[in-house]
């Protein structure tokens, strides 16, 4: 059974910083491209940032460029995605997400699984 455990959310103020983590089991994690989406409600799901299996290519979505950075480490079979200078619009619930295949994937329907989401706040 996969399964995809976020971790991490919270409230923070803004221009804080919070370390989300996937924990991964029930596949072979360094087979698989790893991903961070949000979604707030009634707008599509936002991606963030992906990382290639062995976490040597990187791509991050516009509006998180410069301030969030995505790792994995293989051996944990953990993702992470560090945010720093949060925003209120940063505001949502994030997810993590693997796709069974190679390079770095931006949208949604490339990924085969999903976990359930953490929320994030940033509000003064």
């Known amino acids: 059974q996969v399964q995809l455990i976020e971790s991490g959310g919270g409230s923070v103020q803004p221009g804080g910083s919070l370390r989300l983590s996937c924990e991964v089991s029930g596949l072979t994690f360094n087979w698989y491209v790893g991903g961070w989406f949000r979604q707030t409600p009634g707008k599509e799901r936002e991606f963030l940032a992906t990382v290639s299996r062995n976490g040597d290519i990187k791509y991050y979505g516009d509006a998180v460029k410069g301030r969030f950075t995505i790792s994995r480490d293989n051996a944990k079979n953990t993702m992470y995605i560090q945010m720093d200078n949060l925003k209120p619009e940063d505001t949502a619930v994030y997810h993590c997400?693997?796709?069974?295949?190679?390079?770095?994937?931006?949208?949604?329907?490339?990924?085969?699984?999903w976990g359930q989401g953490t929320q994030v706040t940033v509000s003064p």
């Open positions: 997400a693997v796709s069974h295949t190679t390079g770095t994937r931006q949208n949604a329907d490339d990924y085969d699984y």
